[in-house]
């Protein structure tokens, strides 16, 4: 299936440092989107990065998309304790507008 | 940006009774909404795409006389459980889009379905 492969599955790291989380995909995709989920809520657009296009920020976020390995990354720098979510990569179904998500890496930031 | 909500937030019901759960779109015209399912600790699955005024496109495994969508205006589709069970209980999230937004998909808060 298209679904993402995202690790690790969960992170736990201190407050100000920076979280990694990486994505793998399996077909051809047009973009990329990240979001952001916080316990038992809805989500949170953060990023959507094209296929032609090779990193993106916003604010602590970057992502990159390398598209010959079919993966990207998001990083979160200088995490801060309100970062603690669950993050899921999505991409749409070729020639589709129906997203399909990543399973997910629960982040956990100590204070 | 653009709004959408879903009401209940949170429902709790007895196991052979009908929920009846509604994505509205609060300013601007979804031409279609997709409705997702969630279960604890694990990715969104998406159950079903509907456009405003034709049948919704269900996925496969997905029972469409179970799962009744509605999506009768371009501001509002409703998910009505059937005839729940236990097993029905979960996180529900519809999102929306538009041609205007080139189609990127906007969220609801999602609704938790618990069935006793």
């Known amino acids: 299936s298209q679904q993402g492969e995202e690790d690790p599955q969960a992170l736990s790291i201190q407050e100000g440092e920076n979280a990694t989380m990486n994505c793998s995909y399996k077909t051809s995709i047009n973009n990329l989107q990240w979001y952001r989920q916080n316990s038992g809520r809805g989500l949170v657009h953060l990023i959507l990065i094209r296929s032609n296009e090779r990193e993106k920020h916003s604010g602590r976020l970057r992502v990159t998309l390398d598209t010959s390995k079919k993966s990207s990354s998001l990083l979160i720098t200088a995490s801060r304790a309100a970062d603690t979510a669950s993050y899921f990569c999505?991409?749409?179904?070729?020639?589709?507008?129906?997203?399909?998500f990543g399973q997910g890496t629960r982040l956990t930031i100590n204070p | 940006g653009a709004v959408v909500s879903q009401h209940p937030s949170r429902v709790i019901c007895k196991s052979g009774t009908s929920v009846k759960i509604e994505c509205r779109s609060l300013d601007f015209q979804a031409t279609t909404m997709f409705w997702y399912r969630q279960f604890p600790k694990q990715s969104l699955m998406l159950m079903a795409t509907?456009?405003?005024?034709?049948?919704?496109?269900?996925e496969q495994g997905v029972e469409k006389d179970k799962f009744l969508i509605n999506h009768a205006s371009l501001t509002l589709s409703t998910l009505t459980v059937t005839s729940a069970h236990p097993e029905d209980s979960s996180f529900y999230i519809c999102s929306a889009s538009s041609i205007q937004g080139l189609y990127e998909q906007y969220f609801g808060p999602g609704t938790r379905l618990t069935v006793t």
């Open positions: 509907s456009n405003e005024g034709s049948k919704a496109t269900y």
């Open positions: 999505a991409m749409p179904i070729q020639g589709a507008q129906k997203l399909v």
